[in-house]
Structures are given as structure tokens and as C-alpha cells.
């Protein structure tokens, strides 16, 4: 012979287990939407030091680019690229190391780049999480998140 459950134990155990399966679902139901993303600023200050950049490995393969016309354009991901004095750069590369000389005019489509420059008139970035570097402060048009300006 069973004995039977009272009605309140049942009623406390259903009712734990709604609550337990109704935190899990709460918990796992976000798509992100309602966190508040806040676009960070661009900093010339020395703030936005190597912390955001690693050093390149020192395997990374190295690769010259070349400047024909006044023009450049660099698509070597995931490399070291050099390029002397040009007077219009666009960078489509990602995740790649750029020492330039003096440039005009840089825009940088690709992301995660680390671009290192004698002087840049103008610079737009149009994607995430670049870091220009120069001697001079250039004129900026940032369109992404998370670049960073430098200057020396």
C-alpha cells in the first residue's frame, strides 16, 4: 500500500520545478539585443598603448608592396607588409602588420590591422579594431569600432 502525496508537497514541487525550467529558459533566451554596446572613441593619446596590439610572432611571414602611379593597395593578410612613400594607400588586408612612409591619403578597409606611418594627410577607417600609428595627427574619418590613432 502507497501513501499518498498531500496536496501542498505536490503543489510545491511542481511549483519549484515551473520555476527552475522558466530561470533556465530567462537565462538562456538573450540574443544580446538589450545590452547597451557602446562605441569607443578614437585616442591619440598614449593610453591606447601596445595593450590593444600584440608584438607580430617572428615568424610572421614579411612581404613588400609596391606603389605604382601614387597608388597602393594592400591585400596580404596575416603578413608584414612594407611599403615606402606613396601618395594613396587602401589597406584590404586583415590581421596584418603595415610600415608605410608618407602617405596622402589612407584608407583602411580591412580589419585588425596594425598600420605604422611616417606621416598621413587624411585616414579613413571603415572597419573594426585597427590601430594607425604616425608621427603627425592626421585628419581622421573613423567609421568603425574599436580603431585606435596614435601619434608619436
Known amino acids: 500500500m502507497t501513501t499518498p ?27 544580446g539585443a538589450d545590452k547597451p554596446t557602446a562605441k569607443p572613441s578614437a585616442t591619440s593619446s598614449a593610453e591606447a598603448d601596445s595593450k590593444q596590439f600584440s608584438n607580430p610572432p617572428a615568424d610572421i611571414e614579411k612581404t613588400k608592396a609596391e606603389c605604382t602611379d601614387g597608388k597602393a593597395v594592400i591585400d596580404q593578410a596575416n603578413k608584414d ?27 583602411v578597409s580591412g580589419s585588425i590591422n596594425d598600420v605604422s606611418a611616417k606621416t598621413v ?6 572597419t573594426d579594431g585597427n590601430r594607425v600609428t604616425s608621427d603627425n595627427k592626421p585628419k581622421v574619418d573613423d567609421q568603425g569600432t574599436g580603431n585606435v590613432f596614435v601619434t608619436r
Request: proline share 3%; hydrophobic share 50%; with cysteine.
Open 121 to 126: 594627410g587624411s585616414v579613413r577607417v571603415e
Open 81 to 107: 607588409v612594407t611599403l615606402g612613400d606613396c601618395a594613396s594607400v587602401e589597406i584590404t588586408a586583415g590581421n596584418a602588420v603595415v610600415h608605410l612612409g608618407n602617405v596622402e591619403k589612407l584608407v
Open 5 to 31: 502525496i498531500p496536496p501542498i508537497r505536490r503543489f510545491l514541487v511542481t511549483g519549484l520545478a515551473v520555476v527552475g525550467v522558466l530561470g533556465a529558459l530567462t537565462a538562456c533566451s538573450g540574443d
